[in-house]
T-cell receptor
Framework: NAGVTQTPKFQVLKTGQSMTLQCAQDMNHEYMSWYRQDPGMGLRLIHYSVGAGITDQGEVPNGYNVSRSTTEDFPLRLLSAAPSQTSVYFC??????????????FGPGTRLTVL | AQSVSQHNHHVILSEAASLELGCNYSYGGTVNLFWYVQYPGQHLQLLLKYFSGDPLVKGIKGFEAEFIKSKFSFNLRKPSVQWSDTAEYFCAVATDKLIFGTGTRLQVFP
């Protein structure tokens, strides 16, 4: 049982490049979400999913896309990276199928720098 | 829309001092409430949570929090802090999604 895994751990991009941050969980959790953490701003919700095939926007969705083709995986795509997207990204999952979040299990994070 | 406020951005204490971190939320319906902790270089861990029942909840490492519905508050407390409590603390509110406050950085000096 690996919990929530994220890859890569570190990434440097140039402005305009695209990339996908991977997130996977092996706990059969229905609810998954992506957050970005910035100094003084806490964690802000980017997108979330209440089950395979269902996604919705959080607080700061612009510039990011998500999909949920399987219960296990919830990738986050940056379409055209901007310096404002420099941040630490956390993926989380929980058992709550309705999104009424039970205890969230967090991944180790991806530190992204956009030059 | 739900929101969470943590008014203490940075708290500095000496060991054995008492701690109280404020958390207020805005949402008209039923909520679930959480406190998470992030130690330096680590990811978030759950300290405690409130879903229903006794409004005074106890968590790990001697932390507790009290839900006061009339004040929309869920303050975190610890009677005597230790140097190892140095970390960032996040309050969070769950309705159909989980929203975090901006965090409180706690520094405890020996």
């Amino acid at each position: 049982n690996a919990g929530v895994t994220q890859t890569p751990k570190f990434q440097v991009l140039k402005t305009g490049q695209s990339m996908t941050l991977q997130c996977a969980q092996d706990m059969n959790h229905e609810y998954m979400s992506w957050y970005r953490q910035d100094p003084g701003m806490g964690l802000r919700l980017i997108h979330y999913s209440v089950g395979a095939g269902i996604t919705d926007q959080g607080e700061v969705p612009n510039g990011y896309n998500v999909s949920r083709s399987t219960t296990e995986d919830f990738p986050l795509r940056l379409l055209s990276a901007a310096p404002s997207q420099t941040s630490v990204y956390f993926c989380a999952s929980s058992t709550s199928p309705s999104g009424r979040a039970d205890t969230q299990y967090f991944g180790p994070g991806t530190r992204l720098t956009v030059l | 829309a739900q929101s969470v406020s943590q008014h203490n951005h940075h708290v500095i204490l000496s060991e054995a001092a008492s701690l109280e971190l404020g958390c207020n939320y805005s949402y008209g319906g039923t909520v679930n409430l959480f406190w998470y902790v992030q130690y330096p270089g680590q990811h978030l861990q759950l300290l405690l949570k409130y879903f229903s029942g006794d409004p005074l909840v106890k968590g790990i490492k001697g932390f507790e929090a009290e839900f006061i519905k009339s004040k929309f508050s869920f303050n975190l407390r610890k009677p005597s802090v230790q140097w190892s409590d140095t970390a960032e603390y996040f309050c969070a509110v769950a309705t159909d999604k989980l929203i975090f406050g901006t965090g409180t950085r706690l520094q405890v000096f020996p």
